[in-house]
């Protein structure tokens, strides 16, 4: 089975001179969770944003088959959901419902067929209640769920997280999690959490400095790299 996230060699150097990955490679299999530790710093985010254009360094990227490329970047977008650190980052519109939509939207849908999607979503993740709320006034478990919506709508093959436990408190990291392991897609997760990790992944891959230099069953991954959160930051 062809993976759904092909990486080779890939090198990426910041503006700056600051070598950010140094020959990484990486798959994916279809459905399969996995999450990326490693400390701040690492190439962890830089990693992530490779996978669907952000950034362009050197090396070979396939998402579901398609080279990381111009010409294929709005399909690639849509195959690979990326729900980003701060979900203020991706909410933006009036209401909770709109910005839910504004992907189909933007996509050509029409507004009436985006909307009953995107109210399909919301109820799927409990946010029924908050449909025309803005977006300010949400928690940021809410937050986070409204982020995920807006990518779920789109219905992509692949869930790309950066650090999604970041400014939760420990019962909405738990529904996270739990929500998390019902969705069918294939996740790549950064994240500094243990716990996390372990509740929603069972492989993890470890950067350190540009490269992954551990691959493995999470709790392996751990032991191996000594990780403690703590010190990684």
């Not at 579901?64 to 980052?89: H, M, S």
């Not at 790309?160 to 909405?172: G, I, R």
């Not at 996390?196 to 551990?214: C, L, N, Q, W, Y």
Request: net charge negative; hydrophobic share 40%.
């Amino acid at each position: 089975m062809e993976p759904v996230v092909s990486v080779r060699g890939l090198r990426y150097r910041y503006p700056d001179g600051t070598l950010a990955l140094d020959g990484v490679d990486f798959d994916l299999e279809p459905g399969e969770p996995v999450a990326v530790l490693g400390g701040n710093g690492s190439g962890k985010t830089t990693f992530l944003l490779h996978l669907n254009g952000l950034l362009r360094g050197e090396g070979e990227i396939a998402i579901c088959g398609l080279p990381v490329a111009k010409r294929n970047l709005e399909t690639i977008r849509r195959k690979n959901g990326f729900v980003f650190q701060d979900a203020d980052d991706q909410l933006f519109l009036p209401s909770v419902l709109e910005d839910v939509a504004y992907g189909l939207v933007n996509a050509g849908q029409d507004g009436p067929s985006a909307t009953r999607a995107a109210e399909e979503v919301l109820r799927r993740l409990g946010m029924e209640k908050h449909l025309h709320k803005a977006p300010y006034h949400l928690s940021g478990g809410e937050k986070r769920r409204a982020a995920l919506a807006g990518v779920l709508v789109l219905r992509p093959e692949i869930l790309v997280l950066d650090e999604p436990t970041t400014s939760l408190d420990p019962p909405a990291q738990r529904e996270l999690a739990s929500l998390l392991c019902t969705l069918p897609q294939a996740k790549i997760i950064a994240t500094h959490d243990p716990w996390f990790a372990r509740a929603v992944t069972k492989r993890a891959v470890f950067f350190e400095k540009g490269r992954i230099v551990s691959s493995g069953p999470v709790d392996r991954v751990i032991l191996e790299n000594r990780w403690d959160p703590e010190l990684a930051g």
